[in-house]
């Protein structure tokens, strides 16, 4: 784990910092690598050249912690015109079988749930339209996770949604001490859970703390998913847990179609491209729009080589 984690996600909640790094074009490659650009204008583009390679995509609009009706609002129009958008790309099938090759991914906080009065219900009937629209135009939704403190109210949304909206997916991140047994929960027929390891800032209380801990949770959680009956999103670019579950998939006679590897825009390339030409389902997270400081940071302290090539960008440009 990235040594300098705390001081960067504390970074992530810092206004001073933010106004330091955004108001600045040196910042500007850097965020390019992973963030597909600030409008679908600059989105769409990324989004067929990705198709084109055969893998397939989750695309997510940059925004969290709405407190303000309208910006909910806003950011629920712009999601029905990037489903509809997406729709209109090329189709593609993987392995012979049927799997949305596009997909939405959204946070609650962005929807409302964080509103002084009836947030979580104003986030969960925005949800149900965008899961209407999405089920009309073929696209995927999957529900990303927060830190610790939305995790209840998220799961509840979910819970409320998959008897209108099975194929709704959502995300459980393997640090938090309770994923194992929410794994166990929702990881019932036909589910999709992507499984992440988890980039917020947690306390001691709620969260593993070290990275051989995560990884051990990871295996933990993915275990139960691969020997579930659902679809597993391994969403990691470690490739420890990335040969994992592929040896859970042959463990269990789990067909390549029936789970699909997850890693983010701009971060490993090669082994991307690796695993769709050995036959796996591929899918690219590909964030936009112009609230990226606090992705940004996340991916920072993810991985220290992330941080290497934003200090020498940094550098290069001084």
Known sequence: MNPLRPVILAAAGSPRMKRVLTGTTVTTDIVRRFVAGETRTELLPVVAAVLGTDRLVSVDFLGEYTTDRARADATVAE???LINDLAALRRVRTLGVEVAPVEVSVKLSALGQALPVDGPAIATDNLRVLCTKAAEAGVWVTVDAEDHTATD??????LELRPEFPWLG???QAYLHRTESDCAEFAGPDSRIRLCKGAYREPQGVAFQHAVEVTESYLRCLQTLMYGDGYPMVA???PMLVLAAETMAAETNRAAYRFEHQMLYGIREAEQSRLTQAGYAMRVYIPYGNEWYGYLTRRLAERPANLGFFLRALVSRS
């Open 170 to 172: 959502t995300v459980l």
């Open 153 to 158: 109210a998220t799961l509840a949304s979910v």
């Open 79 to 81: 999601y029905l015109s």
């Open 236 to 238: 990691t670019h470690d």
